[in-house]
């Protein structure tokens, strides 16, 4: 099996349901739901971990009451820190939850926007076949030239960029290193589609992405199932029927239930049916991570 590192951050989600968002001047009640771990990367690896695929989780474990909460998340499911930096705490966010399950964040960021060169100094990206990487460690440009100059080391690794709702923030130096040659492109249809023209179709950008990568390019549709680019070609996927509770982490837990498909060699037809099957289950779920 092929060894799999998540690269990203650990936060602290404080979810609450609300009728709808409230309005600028508005006040809206609220239905406090749970506090727990989340973060792009954390949920990508328990859907590694579901699906029976063991990963690393590199996400920095800083200090301070929401660094205690990762920290006592980590011990309970036996995940390793694997970087500790005390220089702050780590992030948290409020997550709102409409009455359809569509979430929204607001992110007070912490010691993972801090990523320092000599954090890669105590693992080694040889060691792996996989990496995700997700556009919200990419978003400072100081931050993402530390992460993206480490993985340029390694030319061997097989790269899945998570585009992530920030992919609109992200700089064109850093897109152009992203969007190259062996890179794995993953998103959902909003997000594809900031990498075209105002005219393309998320079809379109994709067929154009896996020419300029020569990899796999994933489109994920919601309900729809997903839509993926391989060798120039467009295949669709149906999605899996379920009744949405909360969306948070459902594109998190995709890429996950994909990469654990591809990592022990199945078909790409195969990972994205896995994907679609595993993120249906996790907007079923209070949660944004899947538990084993």
Do not use: K
Not at 217 to 231: F, I, K, M, R
Not at 245 to 273: K, P, R, S, W
């Amino acid at each position: 099996m092929a060894r799999v590192l998540v690269i990203g951050a650990a936060y602290v989600d404080v979810v609450v349901n609300v009728q709808h968002l409230p309005q600028s001047g508005e006040d809206v009640a609220g239905d406090w739901r749970s506090t727990q771990v989340g973060g792009s990367a954390f949920n990508v690896q328990r859907a590694l971990t579901y699906a029976g695929t063991t990963a690393d989780l590199f996400a920095p474990v800083g200090q301070g009451e929401h660094a205690t909460i990762v920290q006592d998340t980590f011990q309970r499911l036996g995940i390793p820190v694997l970087v500790r930096d005390e220089s702050a705490d780590n992030g948290w966010d409020v997550s709102f939850v409409e009455a359809n399950g569509e979430r929204a964040f607001l992110s007070i960021t912490g010691v993972e926007r801090r990523w320092q060169a000599e954090w890669f100094e105590r693992i080694s990206l040889a060691d792996y076949d996989y990496v995700y990487l997700s556009g919200y460690e990419l978003e400072d440009a100081r931050a993402a030239d530390v992460i993206l100059t480490a993985l340029d080391r390694q030319p061997s690794l097989c790269v899945l960029f998570d585009t992530s709702p920030r992919i609109g923030s992200l700089t064109p130096a850093v897109l152009q290193r992203v969007i190259r040659p062996g890179m794995l492109i993953h998103g959902n249809v909003v997000e594809i589609q900031h990498l075209g023209t105002p005219t393309e179709t998320y079809q379109e950008v994709a067929l154009r992405l896996n020419a300029i990568t020569g990899e796999l390019v994933v489109v994920t549709l919601d309900a729809q199932g997903s839509y993926y680019v391989e060798h120039g070609q467009g295949h669709m996927v149906p999605g899996t029927a379920t009744q949405v509770v909360n969306t948070i982490g459902a594109g998190d837990t995709h890429c996950g239930g994909l990469l654990a498909e591809l990592a022990v060699g199945h078909d790409v037809a195969q990972a994205v049916q896995r994907a679609n099957t595993l993120a249906a289950l996790v907007v079923g779920q209070q949660g944004g991570a899947l538990e084993e």
